[in-house]
């Protein structure tokens, strides 16, 4: 803990004529002032973290491997959560753990998680869309070499 503290670094910008030691002073406790009203950011957090809340854990297993793609349906719904990959199992699956009381909110995030998923799967890739260009463009090659053999051989009779 003490090196994670020691670790982080803050950027004050001030506008004053001259430094000291009390301007200095003064704006550090506007900044700590200032950290003690923000509102807790919500997103994935440790385990932990997340159990140390005290407000009861519980969570949902999820086999999906494009996992990282909920995290911004979570964040959009401000639903704190931790992801655990269990390992004993091919292919891995994943347990998304969540606070108790945000049940009903995690069932509504999850939703939307799948219906976006559905619709990235539906959609043909990018290099399938040039495969089948690719072959049109081929294919015109072809008919417009067709035609100007014809013509040649029509102006040569």
Do not use: C, W
């Amino acid at each position: 803990m003490q090196e994670e503290t020691t670790q982080k670094t803050i950027a004050l910008a001030i506008k004053t004529s001259k430094l000291t030691a009390s301007v200095l002073q003064k704006a550090m406790k506007m900044y700590l002032e200032h950290q003690k009203h923000k509102e807790p950011s919500h997103g994935k957090i440790p385990v932990k973290k997340l159990v140390g809340q005290g407000e009861g854990a519980k969570s949902i297993e999820v086999t999906d491997s494009n996992i990282k793609s909920f995290e911004r349906v979570a964040r959009k719904y401000n639903i704190d959560f931790a992801v655990k990959k269990d390992k004993t199992t091919e292919p891995p699956r994943y347990l998304v753990f969540f606070k108790g009381k945000d049940a009903d909110v995690i069932a509504q995030a999850f939703k939307e998680f799948v219906k976006v998923n559905e619709k990235k799967q539906q959609r043909p890739s990018l290099r399938q869309k040039l495969k089948g260009l690719q072959k049109i463009i081929a294919q015109n090659k072809n008919k417009e070499r067709s035609r100007e053999k014809n013509k040649d051989r029509g102006q040569s009779l």
